[in-house]
């Protein structure tokens, strides 16, 4: 069946420093997410990506934050200075064309931890 | 803004029957849809309402009343398995999400 794949699983980074979590959604999806989950709390919406650019996206989302599919299965964000409340999950997700109801395929997760 | 309010906790035995509320404040709003989540791993779609109604999936069912803003899921013949945190989800659009806080359900035997 397939499936979202993210790389790393774990990443530990130190404050300021840049980090790039990778995905590769469904090949036949077409929508792009990023989400992210604090230890404890709600998921939350980053960005939603389709047709090569940004489609929405949440105040959390703000310059630090960028992504990119540099081609054509790889789907990334970018956080360019890190901070400590930055430190959460990272999931990836992808969604059929034209589907409206809400159901997000999603990945296992990037565990990020900014010291 | 958007916001959906979910009870943090319910606890039920095996083989009982356990609702999860949830009531949402969004502007503009799509429909509900309720994602189940493992230990922190990747939530798992498992229902979305458009319309008012029961919706059923086997063990499981959802129900929305947009009149009411309210919805709730419904779990059936519980299994240790189904121990884990419910979210709804909704919003504006499918493809810009708001999750509920979540309910972490313990099922005891």
């Known amino acids: 069946e397939p499936e979202v794949t993210q790389t790393p699983s774990h990443q530990v980074t130190q404050m300021g420093q840049e980090v790039i979590l990778r995905c590769v959604p469904i090949?036949?999806?077409?929508?792009f997410y990023w989400y992210r989950q604090i230890l404890g709390q709600k998921v939350e919406f980053l960005v939603s990506?389709?047709?090569?650019?940004?489609?929405?996206k949440s105040e959390i989302f703000d310059d630090q934050f960028s992504v990119e599919r540099p081609d054509g299965s790889n789907f990334t964000l970018k956080i360019r200075s890190t901070k400590l409340e930055d430190s959460a999950m990272y999931f990836c997700?992808?969604?059929?064309?034209?589907?409206?109801?809400?159901?997000?395929?999603f990945g296992e997760g990037s565990r990020l931890t900014v010291l | 803004g958007q916001s959906l309010e979910q009870p943090s906790e319910v606890t039920a035995v095996e083989g009982a029957i356990v609702q999860i509320n949830c009531t949402y404040q969004?502007?503009?709003?799509?429909?509900l849809s309720w994602y189940q989540q493992h230990d922190g791993g990747a939530p798992t779609f498992l229902s979305y309402n458009a319309l008012d109604g029961l919706e059923e999936t086997g063990r499981f069912s959802s129900f929305l009343s947009r009149s009411d803003s309210y919805g709730y899921l419904l779990l059936q013949e519980l299994q240790m398995k189904d121990s884990a945190s419910y979210f709804c989800a909704g919003g504006g659009s499918a493809r810009q999400l708001t999750f509920g806080s979540g309910t972490q359900l313990t099922v005891l035997p």
């Open positions: 997700a992808s969604s059929r064309q034209g589907s409206n109801t809400g159901e997000l395929f």
């Open positions: 090949s036949n999806h077409l929508y």
């Open positions: 990506f389709y047709n090569n650019e940004i489609s929405e």
């Open positions: 969004t502007s503009g709003f799509y429909g």
